[in-house]
């Protein structure tokens, strides 16, 4: 019913994102400004199937039905579900610029996947038009995880690629967030580091903070704890140690002051990896993971950086990579590190990079290129 009325100058954007608006959309919303300035915006953060979402679905159909464009970040029901009108484009951004675990139908049947009957039942991301991916590996997985033809794959990248290779914003942000921490200041002159440790969420699971911050303990830095909000493990308390998550600073901003992310299975690896910045991974469940999930990539070869099994082995590792302490590296040891990165990119973000690696000399502009997508008609 609702398709029979008129379709509008306006674009939907449609989040899984319960807090706040993240990096993707913000540029997405300035490119439609910019390009489309007749067309309205809609941001609609989407609800878990629950019965106070009934409501809420009937206005997600509402503007479904009538926008001239819509673009979404993870698996929206009535976007798979539903029949659209065969001229509305539906693009599929993802929240993450690629994938280490399993995911969508790639980790249906796992024990923190869907079950199969449910997926198939909810028709699990159907309906795209296209779906942005960053490099030739992300599009492999991207096509089985999803379930859909090769060819709606598009090489567009994510909007958060050029927040990344925007040096002079990153530096702007990162004199923000050291003049809002000074201990961070402090920290580098007594020749201490910033440690970001980006742990994958467990469901049902503790992670272990706290072993990480007691191998810290004695380190002149300071080591920044980023869990997911729906963590429920024990974090330190005290000591150098800095819980990052509800701060206001999102992931995407501590990279600005890192010198090290530690981290196991997190796509935060591919962001590190756009402003070079030396990891470690510390996969130190890796059997009961594969267990419970499982992984899209061979984790010893393609991960940029040395794997380590214990907290004090990935304190160690993170200090010896990390950017005040480079001069200390030997010339081999930097090179490997640098090839490493440049490795992981040549392969999982070659979409936005060059063949080798490289970044690019001029940024990709990937918002523009997702709007452009959307074909929109003013």
Same mark, same amino acid.
């Given at each position: ?21 993240? =990096? @993707? ?6 490119? +439609? ?6 067309? %309205? !915006?809609?941001? &609609?953060? #989407? ?24 673009? =979404? @970040? ?6 798979? +579900? ?6 509305? %484009? !539906?693009?599929? &951004?993802? #929240? ?283």
């Amino acid at each position: 019913m609702f398709k029979l009325l008129p379709v509008q100058r306006k674009v939907v954007l449609i989040t899984r994102e319960p807090r706040q608006i993240s =990096v @993707d959309f913000s540029l997405l919303q300035e490119a +439609i400004r910019r390009k489309h300035p007749d067309h %309205r !915006i809609v941001v &609609i953060k #989407h609800k878990k199937l629950s019965v106070s979402y009934l409501g809420k679905a009937f206005r997600e159909m509402y503007h479904l039905a009538t926008c001239a464009g819509c673009l =979404v @970040d993870g698996y929206i029901i009535p976007v798979s +579900i539903l029949n659209h009108r065969e001229e509305l %484009r !539906i693009g599929q &951004i993802w #929240h993450a610029l690629g994938a280490i675990k399993k995911f969508g139908h790639l980790a249906s049947g796992t024990r923190e996947g869907p079950h199969p009957r449910v997926a198939e039942a909810m028709r699990m991301h159907q309906n795209y038009t296209f779906v942005c991916a960053s490099g030739s590996v992300p599009a492999s997985i991207y096509t089985a995880a999803f379930g859909i033809p090769a060819e709606r794959i598009k090489p567009y990248g994510m909007p958060r690629i050029d927040y990344l290779l925007d040096d002079a914003g990153q530096q702007d942000r990162r004199k923000k967030i050291l003049h809002r921490f000074p201990q961070f200041q402090k920290a580098q002159e007594d020749g201490g580091q910033i440690i970001l440790y980006v742990p994958t969420f467990r469901r049902g699971k503790q992670i272990p903070y706290t072993q990480l911050a007691a191998a810290f303990a004695d380190e002149p830095g300071t080591l920044v704890l980023l869990p997911h909000p729906q963590d429920k493990s024990p974090l330190p308390e005290a000591g150098n140690t800095l819980i990052g998550t509800g701060t206001g600073v999102g992931v995407l901003d501590w990279l600005a002051v890192a010198d090290v992310v530690i981290t196991d299975y997190s796509a935060v690896t591919y962001e590190a990896s756009l402003r070079n910045i030396p990891m470690v991974f510390w996969p130190y469940d890796m059997e009961d993971y594969q267990d419970a999930r499982g992984l899209v990539v061979d984790y010893q070869a393609e991960v940029p950086g040395p794997i380590v099994s214990s907290a004090t082995e990935a304190v160690e590792q993170a200090l010896r990579l990390g950017g005040l302490n480079a001069e200390e590296l030997s010339s081999a040891a930097r090179e490997e590190m640098e090839a490493n990165i440049l490795r992981f990119r040549s392969r999982h973000l070659d979409f936005v990079t060059d063949d080798d690696g490289a970044l690019p000399v001029t940024p990709p502009r990937c918002a523009d290129q997702i709007v452009d997508a959307l074909q929109l008609q003013s």
